[in-house]
């Protein structure tokens, strides 16, 4: 059985963050994830401009900004035939600027790669099938291939995604249901979006976003729920995804447009379902961080610096004290608990709020007129999703 000072489950965003930060502090870490790197993953690839002190302190923002595509100046709506734009408010701490997307398998891939080069043990394709708690920490038990390990750390964090099946009693077992929000994400070549432009699409049964990323690929990405991409796929051609993407272009005039000579760069991505909400933080002597503690909608574009935030959130708490000695967990989860409903509940119930809006036909309808005349309400829209502050973060 190895030891180490914390065990953390999945490598994305949150976990790679996490392990990053502990590794930095001169903790011993294992962090273990089940798909090799580099993978295409689904996600909208935007980081917003809070995450610049981060990557600032994790020694990364050169590296970040060389892989990243163009600041997005702007935010939109593409709704049926509308098409508005306004300024993207300006973060104004210590690291002023605005955001911009990078590909998740450039982000994830530097991620874990700056975590192995300060410490970090990565366990990569290894699968975690059992986290059961052992005298004063935990056992992890760990597959790959024919074989099986056991790991053994005083600090266990999950950071696994929130729709993946699994072994773990973390991961998601919620039966289908017509309501489900299914993401589906492609990246395209050759798009007509401009390139400070990040607009929010709305159609009917969903919404979505698009976004100039890495290399000049344009992501789209969006959600729809099960019963309206039912009727998508009565109504065109194709699997389930191209019957996503003919629903958005035949209702939604921006899309169409933009993609006008557009060309797949790669073959499209299906996940789900999503699973907004508030979950805990910290039970039972595990931390969580990333989707599996809590998750906002996607329409405001916030995934990404929400995951990576509430990992190094944990672990400057964590690092406080030495490295798996004397430590009072319950008290470090109580904090962080805390900690992380200030900095992330504003966000997604500002998510929920603009994400039941655009699904509502008849709310759809009135307020696109009032968009078109007063485009601010944008810019305001974007300050509530969290593209300006990070208060609550700055004394983790």
């Known amino acids: 059985m190895t030891r180490y000072d914390a065990v953390i489950i999945g490598a994305g965003p949150a976990g790679a963050t996490t392990a990053l930060a502990l590794a930095r502090a001169g ?9 090799l ?3 295409k993953k689904l996600c909208g690839e935007f980081m917003s401009a809070t995450n610049a002190m981060l990557f600032a302190e994790l020694g990364i923002d050169a590296e970040i900004h ?33 955001g911009f997307a990078m590909a998740r398998e450039r982000l994830d891939d530097l991620l874990v790669q700056k975590a192995v080069q300060a410490g970090t043990t990565l366990l990569m394709p290894w699968r975690a099938t059992a986290l059961a708690p052992d005298g004063a920490g935990f056992v992890c038990t760990v597959t790959g291939g024919t074989e099986t390990k056991e790991i053994r750390a005083p600090v266990a964090v999950i950071a696994h995604g929130s729709w993946e099946r699994g072994d773990l009693p973390t991961q998601n077992t919620r039966p289908h249901r017509p309501s489900d929000l299914l993401a589906f994400k492609a990246c395209f070549r050759d ?19 698009m976004v100039n990323s890495s290399g000049g690929s344009l992501s789209l990405t969006c959600c729809i729920r099960r019963d309206a991409l039912q009727d998508a796929r009565r109504d065109h051609q194709g699997g389930a995804a191209e019957a996503v993407f003919a629903h958005i272009k035949m209702h939604c005039r921006g899309v169409r447009e933009t993609l006008q000579g557009a060309s797949f760069e790669s073959s499209p991505l299906a996940a789900g379902p999503i699973a907004p909400g508030i979950r805990p933080r910290y039970a039972q002597g595990v931390f969580r961080v990333g989707n599996v503690a809590g998750e906002a909608h996607p329409i405001v574009a916030e995934g990404i610096s929400m995951a990576m935030q509430s990992g190094w ?5 964590l690092s406080r004290t030495d490295a798996g000695q ?15 409903r200030q ?9 929920s709020l603009f994400a ?9 309808l009135l307020l696109g007129p009032v968009i078109a005349r007063f485009p601010a309400i944008l810019t305001f829209g974007a300050r509530l999703s969290g593209k300006t502050g990070l208060d609550a973060l700055r004394d983790g």
């Open 66 to 98: 060389a892989e990243a595509g163009p600041e997005i100046c702007r935010v939109g709506i593409f709704a049926g035939a509308r098409i508005v734009t306004a300024p993207m408010p300006r973060h104004a701490g210590e690291c002023s600027g605005r």
């Open 326 to 340: 004397g430590r009072d967990l319950d008290a470090i989860g109580a904090a962080y608990a805390t900690r992380w």
């Open 356 to 364: 039941h809006l655009a699904m509502r036909p008849a709310a759809a």
């Open 343 to 351: 900095s992330f509940a504003p966000r997604i119930h500002a998510a």
């Open 191 to 209: 798009a007509a979006l401009p390139s400070d432009l990040m607009p929010l699409i709305v159609f009917p049964g969903g919404y979505g976003g």
């Open 27 to 35: 903790w011993s870490v294992a962090l273990i994830e089940k798909v």
């Open 37 to 39: 790197f580099p993978r």
């Open 313 to 317: 959130l944990l672990a400057r708490l």
